[in-house]
Nanobody, 118 residues
Framework: QVQLVESGGGLVQPGGSLRLSCVAS????????MGWYRQAPGKQREMVAS???????NYADSVQGRFTISRDSAKNTMYLQMNSLTPEDTAVYYC????????????WGQGTQVTVSS
């Protein structure tokens, strides 16, 4: 099991920025891919951004051009830079590690709350 710990959430005004961090208990190079997901109350969980072992990234249409996923392999840490935030970005954000080619073979962090409001 990969232990994942998210941090960096909080309250931010519309148009503002936040950077989320996710520290993994094992090397980033030993997992298939990592990603950020989010879930708002009463809504389904959605993929926000992902990055695989080769460094290829994928973004949800709703965050394309505003969010950037990155990694620091030396620190076993993944980041999500969120810019131009809107109230629709309000959700609990989760870090996930995909351990194999099976999409269901994942471990999850506990989540960090992001609230975008005036």
């Amino acid at each position: 099991q990969v232990q994942l710990v998210e941090s960096g959430g909080g309250l931010v005004q519309p148009g503002g920025s936040l950077r989320l961090s996710c520290v993994a208990s094992r090397s980033f190079s030993t997992v298939y891919s990592m990603g950020w997901y989010r879930q708002a109350p009463g809504k389904q969980r959605e993929m926000v951004a992902s990055i695989n072992s080769a460094g290829s990234t994928n973004y949800a249409d709703s965050v394309q051009g505003r969010f950037t996923i990155s990694r620091d392999s030396a620190k076993n840490t993944m980041y999500l830079q969120m810019n131009s935030l809107t109230p629709e970005d309000t959700a609990v954000y989760y870090c996930s590690a995909r351990k194999t080619l099976l999409r269901t073979d994942r471990d999850w962090g506990q989540g960090t709350q992001v609230t975008v409001s005036s």
